[in-house]
Protein backbone atom coordinates (compact mmCIF):
# COMPACT_ATOMS: atom_id res chain seq x y z
CA UNK A 1 0.00 0.00 0.00
CA UNK A 2 2.58 2.13 0.88
CA UNK A 3 4.80 1.62 -2.18
CA UNK A 4 1.76 2.05 -4.11
CA UNK A 5 1.04 5.49 -2.43
CA UNK A 6 4.55 6.66 -3.35
CA UNK A 7 4.59 6.08 -6.48
CA UNK A 8 1.54 7.75 -6.93
CA UNK A 9 2.71 11.04 -5.49
CA UNK A 10 5.75 11.01 -7.30
CA UNK A 11 3.66 10.31 -10.21
CA UNK A 12 1.88 13.84 -9.54
CA UNK A 13 5.28 15.64 -8.83
CA UNK A 14 6.36 17.86 -11.44
CA UNK A 15 9.58 17.53 -12.87
CA UNK A 16 12.88 19.66 -12.85
CA UNK A 17 12.19 20.61 -16.42
CA UNK A 18 8.67 22.03 -15.30
CA UNK A 19 10.23 23.70 -12.17
CA UNK A 20 12.69 25.05 -14.42
CA UNK A 21 10.03 26.37 -16.74
CA UNK A 22 7.84 28.04 -13.75
CA UNK A 23 10.88 29.82 -12.90
CA UNK A 24 11.88 31.12 -16.23
CA UNK A 25 8.03 32.41 -16.75
CA UNK A 26 8.32 33.91 -13.23
CA UNK A 27 5.57 31.99 -11.85
CA UNK A 28 5.20 31.30 -8.34
CA UNK A 29 6.66 27.93 -6.98
CA UNK A 30 4.68 25.75 -4.67
CA UNK A 31 6.28 23.45 -2.21
CA UNK A 32 6.38 20.58 -4.13
CA UNK A 33 7.98 22.43 -6.96
CA UNK A 34 10.51 23.90 -4.25
CA UNK A 35 10.83 19.89 -3.20
CA UNK A 36 11.99 18.81 -6.63
CA UNK A 37 14.55 21.56 -7.40
CA UNK A 38 16.14 21.02 -3.75
CA UNK A 39 16.20 17.01 -4.51
CA UNK A 40 17.62 17.99 -8.18
CA UNK A 41 20.20 20.13 -6.89
CA UNK A 42 21.54 17.80 -3.94
CA UNK A 43 21.72 15.03 -6.54
CA UNK A 44 23.49 17.16 -8.99
CA UNK A 45 26.04 18.28 -6.47
CA UNK A 46 26.73 14.57 -4.96
CA UNK A 47 27.42 13.59 -8.63
CA UNK A 48 29.50 16.46 -8.70
CA UNK A 49 31.27 15.54 -5.51
CA UNK A 50 31.77 12.14 -6.33
CA UNK A 51 33.09 13.58 -9.98
CA UNK A 52 35.37 15.61 -8.35
CA UNK A 53 36.75 13.05 -5.76
CA UNK A 54 37.42 10.25 -9.35
CA UNK A 55 39.55 12.81 -11.08
CA UNK A 56 40.44 15.01 -8.84
CA UNK A 57 44.11 14.35 -10.21
CA UNK A 58 43.00 14.41 -14.13
CA UNK A 59 42.16 17.50 -14.95
CA UNK A 60 40.89 16.66 -18.11
CA UNK A 61 38.71 13.46 -17.68
CA UNK A 62 37.15 15.68 -14.43
CA UNK A 63 36.42 18.47 -17.57
CA UNK A 64 35.04 16.08 -19.48
CA UNK A 65 32.70 14.64 -16.48
CA UNK A 66 31.65 17.61 -15.73
CA UNK A 67 30.85 18.06 -19.83
CA UNK A 68 28.74 15.35 -19.54
CA UNK A 69 27.07 16.18 -17.01
CA UNK A 70 25.75 19.35 -18.41
CA UNK A 71 23.30 16.97 -20.71
CA UNK A 72 21.91 15.37 -17.67
CA UNK A 73 21.00 18.61 -15.22
CA UNK A 74 20.21 20.92 -18.41
CA UNK A 75 18.16 22.99 -16.10
CA UNK A 76 20.45 22.97 -13.18
CA UNK A 77 21.38 26.48 -14.30
CA UNK A 78 18.17 27.91 -13.65
CA UNK A 79 17.03 25.75 -10.33
CA UNK A 80 20.70 27.01 -8.83
CA UNK A 81 20.20 30.34 -9.38
CA UNK A 82 16.31 30.42 -8.16
CA UNK A 83 16.96 28.45 -5.14
CA UNK A 84 19.88 30.60 -4.13
CA UNK A 85 17.88 33.72 -4.04
CA UNK A 86 15.25 31.78 -1.77
CA UNK A 87 15.23 32.15 1.72
CA UNK A 88 15.65 29.25 3.97
CA UNK A 89 13.30 29.90 6.45
CA UNK A 90 10.19 30.16 4.00
CA UNK A 91 11.02 26.21 2.59
CA UNK A 92 9.12 23.24 5.37
CA UNK A 93 11.28 21.46 7.23
CA UNK A 94 12.64 18.46 5.03
CA UNK A 95 13.22 20.54 1.96
CA UNK A 96 15.30 23.04 3.75
CA UNK A 97 17.09 20.42 5.35
CA UNK A 98 17.49 19.06 1.69
CA UNK A 99 18.19 22.83 0.36
CA UNK A 100 21.00 23.54 3.07
CA UNK A 101 22.89 20.44 2.45
CA UNK A 102 22.82 20.92 -1.59
CA UNK A 103 23.96 24.38 -1.06
CA UNK A 104 26.74 23.44 1.63
CA UNK A 105 27.95 20.69 -0.66
CA UNK A 106 27.91 23.09 -3.82
CA UNK A 107 30.16 25.28 -1.61
CA UNK A 108 32.51 22.38 -0.98
CA UNK A 109 32.39 21.46 -4.41
CA UNK A 110 33.44 24.67 -5.48
CA UNK A 111 36.65 24.87 -3.17
CA UNK A 112 37.66 21.28 -4.66
CA UNK A 113 36.68 21.87 -8.45
CA UNK A 114 39.49 25.07 -7.81
CA UNK A 115 41.81 23.17 -5.77
CA UNK A 116 41.70 20.40 -8.42
CA UNK A 117 42.02 22.49 -11.23
CA UNK A 118 45.00 24.57 -9.58
CA UNK A 119 43.36 27.84 -9.45
CA UNK A 120 44.48 30.38 -7.05
CA UNK A 121 41.60 32.73 -7.25
CA UNK A 122 38.24 31.98 -8.22
CA UNK A 123 36.97 29.28 -9.91
CA UNK A 124 35.55 32.05 -12.64
CA UNK A 125 38.49 34.28 -12.53
CA UNK A 126 41.71 32.10 -11.91
CA UNK A 127 43.70 35.74 -11.71
CA UNK A 128 41.29 37.39 -9.38
CA UNK A 129 43.24 37.91 -6.32
CA UNK A 130 41.40 39.16 -2.66
CA UNK A 131 42.56 42.54 -3.26
CA UNK A 132 40.90 42.97 -6.50
CA UNK A 133 37.52 41.13 -4.69
CA UNK A 134 37.52 43.47 -2.03
CA UNK A 135 38.04 46.63 -4.31
CA UNK A 136 35.19 45.18 -6.15
CA UNK A 137 32.95 44.92 -3.26
CA UNK A 138 33.67 48.47 -2.75
CA UNK A 139 32.47 49.99 -5.54
CA UNK A 140 29.38 47.17 -6.13
CA UNK A 141 25.57 48.76 -5.94
CA UNK A 142 23.96 48.62 -2.76
CA UNK A 143 20.55 48.11 -2.57
CA UNK A 144 18.71 50.76 -0.77
CA UNK A 145 15.75 50.50 1.55
CA UNK A 146 12.60 51.13 -1.20
CA UNK A 147 14.48 49.08 -4.04
CA UNK A 148 12.45 46.67 -5.93
CA UNK A 149 13.55 42.91 -5.21
CA UNK A 150 12.47 40.09 -6.13
CA UNK A 151 12.51 36.88 -3.70
CA UNK A 152 11.15 33.68 -4.65
CA UNK A 153 9.11 32.10 -1.38
CA UNK A 154 7.60 28.93 -1.00
CA UNK A 155 3.61 28.23 -0.25
Keep these: MFVAASMFL ?9 VATKIQ ?4 LTKEDYSVAADYMLKAMEE ?3 SISAYENDR ?12 RYEDGNTIFYALSQ ?3 ASLDEE ?5 EKAMAL ?9 AAMGYSGTVLDPDHSK ?6 AASAPVIAAGDSVAVLKAD
Design 10 to 18: AACAPSPSE
Design 25 to 28: EHKE
Design 48 to 50: VSD
Design 60 to 71: EKLVECFKSMMG
Design 86 to 88: TDP
Design 95 to 99: TRKVY
Design 106 to 114: QEENARRFA
Design 131 to 136: EAAEDS
